[in-house]
């Protein structure tokens, strides 16, 4: 640590050049991360496994959860912005997730959605927010910005992997119920941190008038009260959302009708420049919905093609690997090659060889594409047993991240320096809402490899029945079958691989296709690269 001299000649303490709240958001973020991928991974196999849901249904309701996740930071920074204050808004929102992760315990649909609800309103003050003070620590033009905020983006996924390991490993071993409250425990430690670590951001978010947010607003509550009531009054309207998901795709629709719309407006009032650049913006929008439908796979037909289809385990150390547990191989990807990638680019612009935007986009779907493409080797791979080589799920995940190092990190970026002149927040809310809309239109593909009432949800219920009658542990497919079959169940263990072949059969056909449509996108992404880039007029 070293002290250097601000613009106000008052010495500022340093942490390995940065300022030191800088690393109290680092950690914060950590652990929110934490807190939000330990309840993601779990998910799915929770809906279908704990509560016995059918597919379709339990990838309705991840694809709603997920959806309002993305979107509720829009409104979470605009009342950030005119209320709570940055500070305000990260602590409270830390809070209701852990709140949330508390009441999932209660092991009931009710409980969950509720759970789910607080989850979403927290994450929308949090995610928006903590971001913002990040940029609040650099002063205009100061050189340190980019390799401050590769630092946070650094903990966000030391995060993820933490969750995807830790909390995902606990979560599959000893029961669901011990994964979500981990992660609540690691939101808490995410909360106590920031607030120890309030010196340390200075003056840094505070909330725009603190004399208006004591004031009276309502039966003499005041304001900031008001707010933090009125924050858990909204959990039903949540709850009405995620038991009636298709309300989420209704909203998302009209929002995007809107958003969009007024985006086209005030970009060809601009005159040509800022029209062919609004354009570009909307355009790149479109196919970032694309990218992210398609890699959202990951934490719901994958999870369960990983649980029914994929040999995980692991010879030299006896070990089988949970299901949740491969999402990790995402995260543990991006701390590898995220440095790589980013001296890979400024390599590439000293030669002048740099793709541009557009093409960067396009580089990522076709990434994403061929690593779906790769588990049609792991079908002709597998054996009797329908089970794919874990191998091949990790290459998978290599490339789809390596797609996601191409497309995501240029995204925001794009955004800001697209927009039509004071519509960058406007924009900035419609690169979350494309988020949104993506994890909404990922849950409705997922549905296509299962079924309410049969299929996946009937394989559930006759493991679940073997596993209470023959008195083991909840576990693999894999182990109950190897029980099952030892017991002389020859009719059971053949009728299950039947079903296990059907299935391998159905995850693999969906995913091949996902692969080529990503595949064909991401060339013909590429092929009008040039043209979209010369509408950007000069951004790079």
């Not at 091949?392 to 490339?399: H, V």
């Not at 925001?412 to 994890?439: D, E, H, I, R, Y």
Request: hydrophobic share 50%; glycine share 12%.
């Amino acid at each position: 640590m070293r002290d250097t001299v601000s613009a106000d000649s008052e010495p500022e303490k340093l942490i390995l050049g940065h300022p030191r709240g800088l690393f109290v958001l680092f950690l914060a973020e950590m652990w929110e991360r934490f807190c939000y991928y330990g309840m993601r991974g779990l998910l799915v196999l929770y809906l279908t496994k704990a509560l016995m849901m059918g597919d379709a249904k339990a990838f309705g309701i991840y694809g709603a959860y997920t959806a309002l996740i993305y979107a509720a930071p829009v409104l979470g920074g605009i009342i950030a912005d005119k209320v709570l204050g940055y500070r305000r808004a990260v602590i409270l929102g830390g809070l209701m997730m852990a709140i949330g992760e508390f009441v999932v315990l209660g092991g009931t649909a009710t409980t969950l959605y509720i759970g789910m609800g607080l989850l979403t309103i927290g994450n929308g003050y949090l995610k928006a927010n903590i971001s913002s003070i990040v940029g609040l620590l650099y002063g205009a033009g100061d050189p340190r910005r980019d390799s401050g905020f590769t630092i946070f983006y650094m903990g966000i996924n030391l995060g993820a992997f933490l969750a995807t390991t830790v909390c995902a490993w606990v979560g599959e071993t000893y029961g669901y119920h011990y994964g979500f409250g981990l992660a609540g425990i690691g939101m808490l430690i995410g909360v106590a941190t920031f607030i120890i670590g309030q010196p340390w951001l200075k003056d840094h978010g505070g909330p725009p008038s603190l004399e208006r947010l004591r004031s009276p607003a309502f039966l003499g509550l005041s304001l900031q009260t008001v707010t933090i009531l009125g924050s858990f009054a909204a959990v039903p309207l949540l709850y009405l959302l995620m038991t009636r998901n298709q309300m989420v795709g209704v909203l998302l629709i009209l929002v995007a009708i809107y958003v969009v719309g007024s985006l086209l407006f005030n970009g060809f009032k601009s005159g040509r420049i800022q029209r062919d650049r609004t354009i570009v913006l909307v355009v790149l929008m479109f196919f970032n919905v694309v990218f992210w439908a398609f890699f959202e796979q990951a934490g719901s037909s994958l999870t369960l093609f990983t649980d029914r289809n994929v040999d995980r385990y692991i010879p030299f150390l006896d070990w089988e690997m949970g299901a949740a547990m491969t999402q990790s191989f995402n995260s543990m990807f991006i701390l590898l090659f995220g440095s790589v990638f980013s001296a890979m680019w400024i390599a590439l612009e000293r030669r002048n060889a740099n793709p541009n935007i557009p093409a960067k986009f396009g580089i990522g779907i076709l990434l994403l594409g061929i690593g779906f493409l790769v588990l049609l080797l792991g079908r002709e791979m597998a054996g009797p047993d329908a089970l794919v080589p874990l191998w091949i799920l990790a290459f998978m995940y290599m490339l789809h991240t390596m797609g996601e190092l191409s497309l995501s990190p240029i995204g925001l970026s794009m955004v800001t320096k697209l927009s039509p002149p004071g519509m960058t927040g406007t924009v900035m809310g419609a690169w979350f809402l494309s988020w949104a809309g993506s994890n909404y239109v990922a849950a409705i593909l997922a549905k296509l490899t299962g079924s309410e009432e049969e299929g996946s949800a009937a394989i559930a219920g006759m493991v679940r029945a073997a596993e209470n009658a023959i008195a083991v542990p909840p576990g693999p497919v894999t182990k109950v079958l190897a029980v099952a079959q030892e017991r002389s169940t020859d009719a059971y263990w053949l009728g299950e691989l039947g079903k296990a072949q059907e299935g391998l059969t159905t995850y693999v056909d969906l995913f091949a296709t996902l692969g080529y449509i990503a595949f064909g996108t991401g060339v013909f992404l590429i092929i009008i690269a040039r043209p979209l880039n010369r509408m950007m007029h000069g951004v790079k």
